[in-house]
Nanobody, 122 residues
Framework: VQLQASGGGLVQAGGSLRLSCAAS????????MGWFRQPPGKQREFVAG????????YDVDSVKGRFTISRDNAKNTVYLQMNSLKPEDTAVYYC????????????????WGQGTQVTVSS
């Protein structure tokens, strides 16, 4: 499966962005999906994951109540709605697909998108 992330940009603190990740290929609904991010000078970190059906999600404490992961299997797309953005959310955001359902480690994922830059100004 190939993944194409989009929707990043420059936004002021407190603003919102919605990232999209479009998947090509077959059987999108058979993959758990995740969003990761890599802040400048830091390692990539898990942000949120969603199960194959979309019935189960998980996100890290730093984004709870602000970010929401969702998916539309009919459109082969996973989303990350980001509200109340903070400067510390600045990072390159990556989507990823996991054959065995979503996890919180990079090694849980089999396919990666190219990343989209999110910059939050103070």
């Amino acid at each position: 499966v190939q993944l194409q992330a989009s929707g990043g940009g420059l936004v002021q603190a407190g603003g919102s962005l919605r990232l999209s990740c479009a998947a090509s290929g077959r059987s999108f609904s058979s993959y758990g999906m995740g969003w990761f991010r890599q802040p400048p000078g830091k390692q990539r970190e898990f942000v949120a994951g969603i199960s194959r059906s979309g019935g189960s999600t998980y996100d890290v404490d730093s984004v709870k109540g602000r970010f929401t992961i969702s998916r539309d299997n009919a459109k082969n797309t996973v989303y990350l709605q980001m509200n109340s953005l903070k400067p510390e959310d600045t990072a390159v955001y990556y989507c990823a697909a996991a054959r065995r359902g979503y996890g919180i480690r990079s090694s849980d994922y089999d396919y990666w998108g190219q990343g989209t830059q999110v910059t939050v100004s103070s």
